[in-house]
């Protein structure tokens, strides 16, 4: 049941997706949350099969030696209180996946087709069961076109930019907004122009613009749209 007591079906999928930086990984959590759900950080598991490449010394470009590392990586998350972790192979991956040098090259694993048909298909198995939200770039397109719930997030390049750039100096990293903001705008175009499964908006996604609005107020605009087509009061 949601706070107000409308009751929610024992499977149902909610699709977010939208560009890096508009909010969507902590939308999906606390959407997650109020449904009483389960979060799939889909970008987690694309920058686990890149950390884990260029770990390896993998060139990221390299398609086959990264599907060969996407084929056999196992990626877990688990909960430590309010916060989700990402595991690689039993290693704790949560802090190196978000490092720069990932940020660099995640589009360009995201991008290729060995990759994306295994993700896609552990994504898919991750989502047979009970209440998911799920975030990404194509899950409303392509993993789950028949999803109950489809929002797409926007935001201002440079409100993202912004974004972005906080949330690495709270992990330590020293960049600029310039440089930031040309990484997104660098991951928009590959994300938008890429052959497999590009950054879109479904045709029934409802869309919602974050660039000045609050978290609270867009959690809230979501769960409106929930409550409404199941029939609740929002």
């Known amino acids: 049941m949601t706070a107000d007591n409308t009751p929610l079906p024992s499977r149902l999928v909610a699709a977010i997706d939208g560009p890096a930086g508009s909010g969507k990984s902590t939308l999906a959590k606390l959407l997650a949350e109020k449904i009483g759900g389960v979060y799939i950080d889909t970008g987690a598991m694309y920058r686990s099969v890149t950390a884990k490449a260029l770990d ?3 060139d990221p470009k390299d398609e086959y030696a990264v599907g060969r590392i996407a084929e056999s990586i196992k990626i877990t998350f688990h909960r430590d209180g309010a916060v989700q972790k ?13 490092r720069p040098d990932v940020n660099a090259s995640v589009s360009i694993v995201a991008a290729q087709k060995p990759v994306r048909d295994k ?21 409303g397109t392509n993993v789950f076109p028949d999803a109950d719930f489809k929002f797409f997030l926007v935001a201002d390049d440079r409100v993202r930019a912004y974004r972005r750039l906080k949330e690495m100096e ?15 705008r660098e991951r928009d175009a590959i994300d938008s122009g890429r052959a ?10 409802m869309e919602i613009d974050t660039s000045h609005l609050s978290i609270d107020e867009v959690l809230q605009k979501m769960l409106q749209i929930i ?7 929002a």
């Open 86 to 98: 990402t595991f690689v192979d039993g290693a704790d991956f949560s802090e190196r996946i978000r």
């Open 196 to 205: 497999e499964a590009p950054l879109a908006k479904a045709a029934d996604a």
């Open 170 to 184: 709270t992990q330590g990293h020293r960049l600029n907004h310039g440089e930031v903001l040309a990484n997104l």
């Open 119 to 139: 993700m896609v298909a552990l994504q898919r198995e991750m989502g047979r069961h009970g209440r998911i939200v799920m975030e990404g770039r194509d899950i």
């Open 227 to 233: 409550l409404f087509r199941l029939g609740g009061h």
């Open 56 to 58: 390896s010394g993998v």
